[in-house]
């Protein structure tokens, strides 16, 4: 967050420090210069109080104070490479709606916010970039076919997929950066850690991509459909596939380092959420699962139908969605 005090003066002399306390229990900061910035590490309001010295003797100090409300982005589907769910940026009041707009069918794609931007795709096969505040139109990519992947912007990039088993990134300007294509329909939405790119497909592979051209890495075969969404942390890829089973991967060359089987029938459609030293997914046999972090069971939870929807972590609690149409906390 950049603060400008430069609007202050002194009629009878002149200012000669400038002292921030930036309400969030870090040290206050004294400068010289009436403008500078400050990093927050939690989404929530903050007191900000400025306080001015002048150049008399004795010196004389003036203060004001101001409100700030800082907003945590969501780039990519889950949030983050844990996938976890949670995010620190205070829940609004009121269920007040801001705006809509119409895009087209969206089905599976949710959004990704960033720098009040919110990109969105449509399985009318366009890729959206909408203003956060009112809702217009910044830009739109036809690519073709349906769109049932979610973005993940990281920096001046954004990647999306398409069902025809396209991978591509672009620009936040919406300027083409490169493609490149898996061998089956993508339902998987792409995961984005350190300089890699990481996506399933229904040809059977979870795949990484060089996210600056686009080239291959590498391509694993997990022996079923990958409509989930891989989750990244500790070096690993996680990720579950339609032959029932939970995979640990290196993420730096492709190896199944473990896996947890949960049955060859079962369909896992599931992301995996990443909290607690713990990885949480579903499975289509209507079960939440606990593992470790070397896919070792922990613990296993019923539902009455199928938990296809991905889990959130926060609060020492599990949140997870089942087909019987509840919402389940453990």
Excluded at 88 to 102: A, E, G, I, M
Aim: proline share 5%; hydrophobic share 35%.
């Amino acid at each position: 967050v950049t603060f400008n005090a430069s609007a202050s003066n002194d009629t009878d002399g002149s200012i000669i420090s400038y002292t921030w306390s930036f309400g969030d229990g870090t040290p206050e900061v004294t400068e010289m210069d009436p403008i500078t910035t400050h990093t927050y590490k939690v989404g929530r309001d903050y007191n900000v109080t400025l306080t001015l010295r002048d150049n008399f003797k004795p010196v004389g100090t003036n203060a004001t104070w101001r409100i700030i409300t800082v907003l945590e982005a969501w780039p990519m589907f889950r949030h983050d490479p844990t996938h976890a769910g949670y995010s620190t940026s205070p829940s609004p009041v009121l269920n007040t709606t801001l705006w809509n707009q119409t895009i087209g069918p969206v089905s599976y794609s949710s959004p990704a916010v960033f720098n009040d931007v919110v990109f969105i795709g449509s399985t009318n096969g366009t890729f959206y970039a909408l203003n956060a505040t009112d809702g217009n139109l910044i830009w739109s990519k036809p690519l073709g076919d349906p769109i049932c992947s979610s973005p993940t912007v990281v920096g001046n990039m954004v990647f999306i997929a398409s069902e025809n088993g396209t991978i591509s990134a672009w620009d936040v300007n919406g300027n083409f950066l490169w493609a490149n294509h898996t061998q089956g329909m993508i339902y998987s939405s792409p995961t984005v850690s350190e300089n890699r790119v990481f996506i399933g497909s229904q040809d059977s592979h979870l795949y990484a991509f060089d996210k600056i051209n686009g080239n291959q890495l590498w391509a694993t075969y997990l022996g079923g459909a990958v409509d989930s969404s891989p989750a990244v942390a500790s070096g690993r890829v996680f990720v579950g596939s339609w032959y029932g089973t939970v995979y640990a991967i290196d993420e730096t060359n492709g190896n199944v380092t473990k896996k947890y089987v949960i049955a060859a029938q079962v369909r896992i459609k599931s992301s995996p959420a990443i909290a607690y030293g713990k990885v949480f997914i579903g499975a289509g046999n209507g079960s939440l699962y606990a593992l470790n972090m070397d896919c070792e069971f922990q613990w296993q939870k019923p539902t009455g139908g199928a938990v296809d929807s991905s889990p959130a972590v926060a609060y020492n609690k599990v949140f997870v969605g089942s087909s019987d149409g509840k919402v389940y906390a453990y």
